[in-house]
């Protein structure tokens, strides 16, 4: 049924295509639904279409089609937002079937409504954090950009065509992917626009009684945070703060990288400025601006601004957060499902209902999808001074307690769980640190920002400013001592700063491995080719075949299509 009725809707469900599974290939149960959408018998263009159970969040094309590729089988729910009725919703349930498209229309005819010029932005505000969560915006980050394509894991490509381009860096602007992960931010910034326009409009306002400052930081920290993400993913996003905005005039909207790191600084010291302080990990606070502006900072510091002077910015950020977060005491409870967010040392995080996290972490035989196998030099660096060779003798002896929460050496059979003599069959641990899991023991959260990754970032900034100083060192080591549950392994003294530095590009991927940080940070190091190099001559059955332009991915080919005043970004 659909919310008012404001529209009549016919449905028509047709199913189109059938291939038959490889037999060599394992099973998966997955499918494919294909939502059109029609308004007065001509196809509508940019609604919003999303499932629930939560897959993606698409919009439509010009000739108003969605196409949600390789979603689990299973009855779903389909919800179309028409742009012109952005308050409005319409709905059809549809089983997805295994190896089949499901092709369903949605006819719409328009009828003259008055709609009430208020809105309502706790209920704006409230669906952001919802719409964050989905599949191809913060919830799959680490999947489909931050983690894959580097050095400490790759897809296994019997599982998971799809990321096996990403991960093999065979991407092109025609990929559906490119196109489904720049559709979902945008359709985040627009709401979040509408939220901002919203807040200068009285008409809008109405008698809402809110703090209108406050409300305006929350909008302006969730833009920045997208627009982060998109201006690392993209390079050269275009810049859109206004749902006024016209496309098609130049004048009216710009495209580039720098720019769109000018307005994330002014949106977030503005957050910074105006937000409450922290209460809720679900929540943007003061102190999470404060720290997603120095990693800001810290970006735009490196490749490919190479703004160096912003790691002063940057460390000037972080030192504000010295005496107001602390560590946890043990490196599982920041992942703990009941204590995460209770945790003093995580600032900032997403919840979702499902999506990547459920099929891609967990022993072999456990998870769902088995899409990620370790490097073996990840491996190998996590051993702490342990070589693991084709046959492990266990019980396993390791120093770095993050080893046995970030690795599963061993695999699951039924009810049977067995150590995995051979390395090859290790795999992401992380975030199923249960295996008599249930609903509720999943982790449904990503944690975007920890007091962790601030304490290493504070490192750096100093090394680089300053060289390796007792401050540095201090922040350096105070997470390696967490790590290791005592002194006897912080970093010796009388480091130059070059090995300093050396030390921070391992101690970070081994603490924030699989939290979508390690291609961001391969990237502004300038290491990502070294580092990939360094991957194919270990693993030569599964070469990445990385070319310098793509530490960024292309701007989708019909977005280019749809409008000829776009760039695309050089080299696809």
């Not at 007091?451 to 400013?465: Q, R």
Request: charged letters at 20%; one cysteine or more.
């Amino acid at each position: 049924m659909y919310k008012r009725y404001f529209f009549s809707l016919c449905c028509v469900l047709f199913l189109i295509g059938c291939s038959e599974a490889d037999e060599d290939m394992p099973v998966i149960e997955k499918g494919n639904l294909e939502v059109q959408v029609w308004v007065d018998n001509k196809p509508s263009e940019n609604a919003n279409v999303t499932t629930s159970p939560s897959t993606l969040s698409l919009v439509t094309d010009s000739e108003g089609s969605a196409l949600f590729e390789n979603i689990s089988v299973g009855e779903y729910e389909v919800k179309v937002v028409l742009p012109e009725a952005p308050d409005d919703y319409f709905t059809r349930m549809v089983n997805v079937l295994h190896d089949e498209t499901i092709f369903v229309k949605l006819e719409l005819e328009a009828i003259p409504v008055i709609y009430p010029q208020e809105i309502d932005l706790s209920l704006v505000l409230g669906n952001l954090y919802e719409q964050i969560g989905d599949g191809y915006s913060f919830d799959g980050f680490s999947t489909f950009w931050g983690d894959i394509g580097t050095d400490i894991a790759y897809v296994n490509k019997q599982t998971n065509g799809e990321l096996t381009t990403l991960d093999k860096y065979l991407l092109s602007s025609g990929d559906p992917i490119v196109n489904r992960v720049f559709s979902e931010y945008y359709a985040i910034i627009r709401n979040i626009n509408m939220g901002l326009d919203c807040l200068n409009d009285p008409e809008c306002l109405g008698a809402q009684e809110i703090d209108e400052v406050e409300f305006e930081a929350k909008f302006k920290f969730l833009r920045a945070l997208t627009y982060f993400n998109l201006v690392k993913i993209y390079g050269n996003p275009v810049l859109v703060t206004t749902l006024n905005t016209n496309l098609e005039t130049p004048s009216e909207y710009v495209q580039g990288g720098e720019e769109v790191y000018q307005q994330i600084i002014e949106d977030l010291v503005f957050a910074e400025q105006y937000l409450p302080h922290f209460e809720s990990v679900y929540e943007s606070s003061r102190e999470a601006a404060t720290a997603l502006l120095g990693k800001v900072y810290m970006q735009m510091a490196g490749f490919p601004l190479l703004q160096t002077e912003k790691y002063t910015k940057a460390l000037e950020q972080f030192k504000k957060l010295l005496n107001l977060l602390s560590l946890e005491e043990s490196y599982s409870n920041v992942f703990n499902s009941t204590m995460a967010s209770q945790s003093l040392e995580n600032l900032f995080a997403v919840k979702f209902s499902s999506g990547f996290y459920g099929e891609a972490w967990g022993p072999l035989g456990f998870a769902t999808g088995d899409w990620l196998l370790l490097s073996r030099s990840f491996i190998i660096a996590s051993g702490a001074g342990n070589t693991f060779t084709d046959s492990v003798a266990f019980p396993i002896s390791v120093p770095d307690q993050r080893f046995y929460h970030n690795i599963a050496s061993f695999t699951v059979a039924g009810a049977q769980i067995e150590d995995a003599v051979n390395p090859e069959d290790w795999r992401p641990l992380k975030f199923k640190s249960k295996l008599d899991i249930t609903e509720s023991d999943i982790i449904n959260y990503s944690i975007l920002i920890r007091y962790a990754d601030i304490l290493l970032l504070l490192a750096e900034a100093e090394n680089n400013v300053n060289g390796p100083t007792a401050m540095a060192y201090e922040a350096f080591n105070s997470v390696r001592r967490r790590a290791y549950q005592n002194e006897n392994y912080d970093l010796p003294s009388g480091l130059s700063q070059q090995e300093f530095f050396n030390a921070i590009v391992e101690e970070r991927k081994l603490e924030l491995c699989f939290e979508g940080l390690r291609k961001d940070d391969l990237v502004r190091w300038q290491l990502l080719e070294d580092k990939l190099l360094e991957f194919n001559e270990s693993h030569p059955e599964d070469l990445k075949d990385f070319q310098n332009h793509e530490y960024i991915w292309p701007i989708p080919q019909n977005e280019m299509d749809r409008n000829s005043l776009l760039q695309q970004n050089p080299g696809y």
